[in-house]
T-cell receptor, first 111, second 112 residues
Framework: GENVEQHPSTLSVQEGDSAVIKCTYS??????FPWYKQELGKGPQLIID?????GEKKDQRIAVTLNKTAKHFSLHITETQPEDSAVYFC??????????FGKGTLLTVNP | DVKVTQSSRYLVKRTGEKVFLECVQD?????MFWYRQDPGLGLRLIYF???????EKGDIPEGYSVSREKKERFSLILESASTNQTSMYLC???????????FGPGTRLTVL
């Protein structure tokens, strides 16, 4: 079945630094790649997504890049702030139209 | 604003009990999903529904069933709760023409 590998599982950065989270997938038919942020006690919330016909997408301090040949995509957060601290999940929608999620990355931004 | 609500934030049940988790969405979305979330395992799909009275198994349906009698409501049923079903349960909704799944706040279920 579909598989999404997400790294690292934990990431600690200083406020103002950049954070990068990487995911790889196996289904060559995957065409949609969302990223979710989950704060403590809340459900996951979509922060950015990218489709397979685009290589990069940016929204203020957040960007996502996609390399379809290598089957990996990454989340980049610049100028991190303490409120960026959360668990981040990548996901992919494959040929069966279901989302398959990575195992999550706990990001801690230290003031 | 989009809203997905779940009937309980915290629930404690005994082994063997029948458990109902309720999810309601106000977005008129055709598609609804139930996931469970466990540390180190991410989100795993239990069941989903693409229309009223329609349902399909996800990746881990064993021990669960679902009901969708109305478009806005999707229920997850644990016929006989077991301790290995202690988990965080997340409901999500998605419109037919959009890609985004909107999640509820989750129900943390403990089975003793």
């Amino acid at each position: 079945g579909e598989n999404v590998e997400q790294h690292p599982s934990t990431l600690s950065v200083q406020e103002g630094d950049s954070a990068v989270i990487k995911c790889t997938y196996s289904d060559s038919a995957s065409n949609y790649f969302p990223w979710y942020k989950q704060e403590l006690g809340k459900g996951p919330q979509l922060i950015i997504d990218i489709r397979s016909n685009v290589g990069e997408k940016k929204d203020q301090r957040i960007a996502v890049t996609l390399n379809k040949t290598a089957k990996h995509f990454s989340l980049h957060i610049t100028e991190t702030q303490p409120e960026d601290s959360a668990v981040y999940f990548c996901a992919e929608r494959g040929s069966n139209y279901k989302l398959t999620f990575g195992k999550g990355t706990l990001l801690t931004v230290n003031p | 604003d989009v809203k997905v609500t779940q009937s309980s934030r915290y629930l404690v049940k005994r082994t063997g009990e029948k458990v109902f988790l309720e999810c309601v969405q106000d977005m008129d979305h055709e598609n609804m999903f139930w996931y469970r979330q466990d540390p180190g395992l991410g989100l795993r799909l239990i069941y989903f529904s693409y229309d009223v009275k329609m349902k399909e198994k996800g990746d881990i349906p064993e021990g669960y069933s679902v009901s969708r009698e109305k478009k806005e409501r999707f229920s997850l049923i644990l016929e006989s709760a077991s301790t290995n079903q202690t988990s965080m349960y997340l409901c999500a909704g998605k419109g037919g023409v959009t890609d985004t799944q909107y999640f509820g706040p989750g129900t943390r279920l403990t089975v003793l």
